[in-house]
């Protein structure tokens, strides 16, 4: 056996000298600025392997390969090859018909001294990106097949500027493995990363980083049949655009010229047959902690990159097809591997200016050759496409494409934002293309910023597609933009968010399930995840379709087993079969064409939001199944199931009812009609949750189902009777506005109806009317006070004392309010030597009143401006003053309409606003006496006072926020008097200290009653509607009242700290002042 071991190596030792001949090899290891070649490299110019080592170069000024591998032999870089401005240069140039390697471990770099300047000074760069041509880093041409490995090893780095130009070439057959495992950057027109024109028989591994600039500059072009796979595991990013941010500003992007704009290729395009699939990849996740190499590649996971694809502009990030071939595209392996596609990683194409379309993968070509992707398509990647007045598509099959499968278990995402009418599609199988299967693990997203587009999750213009599952979410929507006023609420939506569109099927039909899918402990945390309805998927992977779903004229099911469905329902014609069950929930509108449709509502809840008839031929309600349906009172329709076989109903079964508009008068609406009913005893909770504006029942006889509807009264809703005396006036105003009254329809629930009732209702002013007794009532207190402790007499003198209070009114028969007083007093008296003093007072008050209902921007504000006139006189212990005021009021008020966000969408449902401002004129009249008895420096006061104030308020009218008095909720307010007589009686005690610099203390004790006076009613209307009146409360119950006082001064000034409170049983006064005199 040795002997025959032997032999045969001495026999094969010529062919591997013949295939890689001599063992030794040549050394580049200084500067040289002469080409070199395997042929000719060796001793005596015999051929050779060349080594560019670390410390070499080769550097060349005249056109042509600095390296040439034209023998069977290697060539191994791992110093630096370069030029500077030279054409039709080449680092290392390989000749088909040899056998060998090449491989690339530094640098390779053929550039020019060029730098584009901005020429119009308009502030951006102008001219070409590269104004050479025909530079190649690796570059493999014919006649004849190279057979080896060609490898850029993760430490290589190729750059090349030059149009024209790549950073690797394969122009010829290669048998072996090539590799990109380093950088690649090409800039330059019609120029690529990667360029592989000539077959492969090997492996196509692109695991570095490879970045293209140019006006159809493609990051790797595999247009040449690989029989083997084709794997990225690098970023991959192309573009045409001189600038990939977008401005904000519409002004700088138009300042962009047509160099600025230009559109490159894809990131990956594959024009040819790939025997071994098409597989971008990523590192797995770790799976075993004891391997180095979890998914079993050869390769160590922690060396392995991401796939990211990248396009700025509109070519496709991933373009797989030819517009003059059919290709296909072999199995990748087993398992999770055994599709002609798989995506791992990211694949992203953004349009970034407008009118730019964007596609993030396209399978098929543009001509309607045959593309097949062999077992479909397995993407598990983030997919996303973006676009700017124009269209952005996730996934595109384009005619021609095959793709058995296609199934999703990573994200895709399409949006476009657009005034214009342009869509945003997350999946589309256009007209020509053939794929009949689809699964949604993931989530696909379609999103239209704008009004007039179109956003479909997924698109089936072929009909072909048959079977759907969706264990995923799947979204499409429409949201309104701004145009140009600032106000997007106001735009007028066209566009249609459809999740599924299969409605060109016409003949076989489409079977569509959704179900959850249990997927295990996310994170792996050992937690266990939240599953709040317990059918074991967990919150977070429930499943959902949010959007419309449109079925064709075949005979189409749709099975809705977990998670819920948000859109309206569309079958054709043809025989249907609809079914909800498993706890799933279903909410939109429900059609049908000609044909039949069975409904079967097992586990779970319909909501159907149509107010029309719907053709049913047979319905199976479940013992623990939810239907609610729709009326229109407006219209006078309401759902009505009209069944032309069997509805069965069984006992449990639960019907509710939504309203689109106001019921005026007790309504009994037909919801089920059948040829033959069965009713068991229907449950009554869902009915609870109608509208608590009214009040729901059920009934049904031999053939129908109905819901009787009535106003609830507002003794059944609680009302007060401030609240219930205006509710006719309000109902008749909601009847008057479909946008408010829906927000009313909204509430199922006493404290969400009275929530936005009290909002409707007219400031009752009794808050403000308290504060400005209260603010009254220190002031008078004011004026009672002598200059100083002592019996002098004789010097006129001016004083001041702040106005600080807060009366709080809690809630009744009437709204409760908060108001806080906040103002100056001023005043100048004489006094006379016999104990008499006479002045004058000047006061300022501002009031700010908020009811308990207000919301967020609401106030009630009125600023006072009283003069008035007062006496006092001091007769031995004796001490009596009186005095009165007369002024001014100036109110502005503020209210505000706030619907809460019943939608989801993180902005409040509603808000209206309205405005008025109105005068009134005020007086007040007090009087009061009180005696104090001294115990040498302590001394108690028992005083008593009588105090009038009366406040008469004009007329006046709300105005909307654009100034219309007229505006749907504006009130008018009738004009309004108030008046209170109040007594107090009191006692005080204190302590005097001190004689030319004294201070005292003081406190106080008392009780005030109301003793005549009423608060005025207040009598409003909305527009349009009748008067309305609403009844102060005019509590007259006393209240307890709390103060204290320090004094100090000398005898020609004082200061002061006063403070004090009052309560009764409904309301709470607080008070906090300072005051100081000076005499002259």
């Known amino acids: 056996m040795q002997r025959k071991v032997l032999v045969a190596t001495v026999a094969a030792a010529p062919i591997l000298a013949l295939a890689f001949g001599a063992s030794a090899e040549t050394s580049v290891s200084t500067a040289r600025t002469t080409p070199v070649a395997t042929s000719t490299a060796g001793t005596g110019g015999a051929a050779d392997d060349v080594k560019v080592t670390a410390e070499g170069s080769v550097k060349l000024t005249a056109a042509g390969a600095l390296v040439t591998l034209d023998s069977n032999n290697k060539v191994t870089n791992l110093g630096t090859l ?40 308009d502030g951006d760069l102008d001219g070409p990106f590269a104004q050479g041509a025909n530079r190649y880093g690796i570059r493999l041409t014919g006649p004849g097949v190279f057979t080896g490995n060609v490898t850029n090893e993760a430490a290589g780095s190729i750059t090349v500027e030059g149009n024209n130009s790549a950073g690797i070439a394969l122009e010829t057959g290669l048998v072996g493995n090539f590799t990109n495992g380093g950088a690649i950057t090409v800039v330059g027109n019609n120029s690529a990363g990667v360029k592989i024109t000539g077959p492969i028989t090997g492996k196509v591994t692109v695991n570095g980083g490879v970045s293209v600039t140019g006006k159809d500059a493609v990051g790797v072009a595999v247009d040449g049949a690989v029989t083997g796979a084709f794997v990225v595991q690098g970023g991959v990013t192309a573009t045409g655009y001189r600038y990939t941010s977008r401005p904000a500003q519409a002004a700088d992007r138009a300042k962009l010229d047509s160099d600025d704009l230009l559109q490159g290729g894809p990131a990956v395009r594959v024009s040819a047959s790939v025997t071994g699939g098409v597989l971008l990849d990523a ?36 373009l797989i097809g030819s517009d003059t071939q059919a290709i296909t595209l072999g199995v990748i392996g087993t398992g999770d591997k055994a599709y002609g596609l798989v995506t791992r990683g990211s694949i992203t194409a953004n349009g970034v200016f407008d009118g730019v379309a964007s596609t993030a993968i396209q399978i098929g070509g543009n001509a309607g050759q045959t593309t097949t992707v062999t077992n479909g398509a397995r993407l598990a990647s983030t997919i996303t496409a973006s676009a700017y007045e124009a269209s952005a598509t996730g996934v595109n099959l384009k005619a021609g494409a095959v793709v058995p499968t296609v ?127 317990g059918d074991g998927v967990d919150n977070a992977d429930e499943p959902s379709i949010i959007g419309a779903v449109r079925f064709g004229a075949g005979g189409d099911t749709f099975r809705v087993l977990n998670g819920s469905v948000l859109g309206d329902i569309s079958f054709g014609d043809g025989a249907d079969t609809f079914v909800v069950d498993g706890g799933s929930l279903v909410l939109g509108a429900l059609t049908k064409g000609s044909g039949t449709l069975d409904v079967t509502v097992g586990k779970g809840s319909l909501g159907i939001s149509n107010a029309a008839d719907i053709n049913v031929r047979n319905l199976s309600v479940a013992s623990d199944s939810k239907i609610l349906f729709t009326a229109d009172p407006n219209a ?25 508009s106001l019921v005026k008068q007790p309504t009994s609406y037909t919801v089920i009609s059948a040829g033959t009913l069965t009713v068991g005893t229907l449950g009554q909770s869902l009915l609870k949750d109608a509208p ?92 009672a006070v002598r200059p100083d402790p002592g019996d002098r007499y004789g010097p006129d003198s001016v004083w001041i004392q702040e106005i600080n209070s807060l009366v709080r009114q809690d809630d009744s028969s009437t709204p409760g309010s908060d108001s806080k007083a906040f103002g100056f007093v001023s005043g100048y008296e004489a006094m006379g030597d016999a104990g008499g003093a006479l002045g004058l007072t000047l006061a300022y008050v501002n009031i700010d009143s908020h009811d308990t209902s207000a919301k967020v921007g609401e106030e009630n504000t009125a600023s006072f401006v009283q003069g008035g006139a007062y006496w006092r006189r001091t007769a031995g212990d004796w001490r009596l003053n009186a005095g009165g005021t007369v002024g001014a009021a100036f109110f502005d008020s503020k209210r505000v309409f706030i619907a809460p966000d019943a939608n989801g969408d993180g902005i409040a449902d509603l808000i209206n606003r309205y405005t008025s401002d109105w005068t009134g004129v005020t007086a007040t009249a007090f009087t009061g006496v009180a005696y104090e008895a001294r115990f040498g420096n302590f001394f108690a006061r028992p ?52 004689k030319e610099l004294w201070w005292r203390p003081e406190v106080r004790v008392g009780y005030r009653q109301t003793l005549a006076g009423e608060v005025g009613d207040t009598i409003a209307r909305f527009k349009g509607g009748s008067a309305f009146t609403q009844a ?49």
Do not use: C
């Open 82 to 121: 370069s030029t500077v401005g030279v054409n039709d240069s080449t680092g290392i140039l390989l000749l088909g018909g040899r056998t060998g390697s090449v491989t690339n471990s530094l640098a390779i770099s053929l550039t020019e001294d060029y730098t584009p300047t901005d020429s119009d000074s």
């Open 283 to 318: 590192p797995p996740i770790e799976s075993n902690a004891n391997s180095t190499d979890d998914d079993g590649d050869g390769v160590t996971d922690t060396s392995e990159g991401t796939s990211a694809l990248t396009v700025n502009g509109g070519a496709p990030a991933l």
């Open 407 to 533: 199934y999703n278990q990573g994200s895709i995402t399409s949006f476009t934002v657009s005034e214009g009418d342009f869509d945003a599609r997350g999946i589309a199988i256009q007209a020509g293309a053939s794929t009949t299967s689809f699964r949604n693990d993931g989530a696909i997203t379609a999103s239209v910023g704008g009004e007039k587009g179109n956003a479909y999750a997924v698109i089936d213009y072929s009909g072909l597609l048959t079977s759907i599952q969706n264990n995923g979410k799947v979204t499409a929507s429409v949201v309104a933009t701004d145009n140009n006023d600032g106000n997007s609420s106001n735009e007028v939506v066209t566009g249609k968010a459809v999740a599924f569109d299969l409605s060109r099927n016409t003949t076989g039909g489409v079977t569509l399930v959704q179900n959850g899918l249990n997927d295990g402990d996310d994170g792996a945390d050992g937690v266990a995840d939240p599953d709040t309805d």
């Open 636 to 660: 006078g329709t309401s759902t009505r199931l009209v069944v032309s076989g069997a509805a069965t109903i069984a006992s449990g079964a639960e019907l509710g009812l939504r309203l689109n």
């Open 692 to 783: 608590y504006l009214y009040v729901a029942s059920s009934r049904s006889d031999a053939k129908n189902v109905y819901l009787d509807v009535r106003r609830r009264t507002a003794t059944e809703i609680g009302m007060t009777r401030s609240q219930a005396s205006a509710y006719d006036a309000v109902f008749a105003a909601l009847g008057g506005d479909t946008t408010l009254a829906g927000t009313f329809l909204a509430q199922n629930s006493k404290d969400g109806l009275l929530g936005l009732y009290d909002q409707m209702l007219p400031d009752q002013g009794e808050g403000m009317f308290y504060s400005l007794q209260s603010a009254n009532q220190l002031m008078s207190a004011a004026t």
């Open 943 to 994: 005083e008593g006072r009588l105090d009038y104030v009366w406040l008469r308020e004009g007329k006046h009218s709300e105005k909307s926020a654009s100034g219309n008095s007229s505006a749907s909720g504006a009130q008018s307010i009738e004009q309004r008097s108030s008046s209170n007589l109040s007594g107090e009686f009191g006692i005080a005690f204190g302590a005097d200290y001190g």
């Open 1032 to 1080: 102060a409360l005019n509590d007259k119950q006393g209240a307890v009242t709390l103060g204290f006082s320090l004094k100090a001064g000398t005898p020609m000034s004082y200061l002061a700290l006063e403070g004090g409170a009052e309560a009764s049983k409904k309301q709470k006064r607080y008070n906090l002042r300072l005051a100081g005199r000076a005499m002259f």
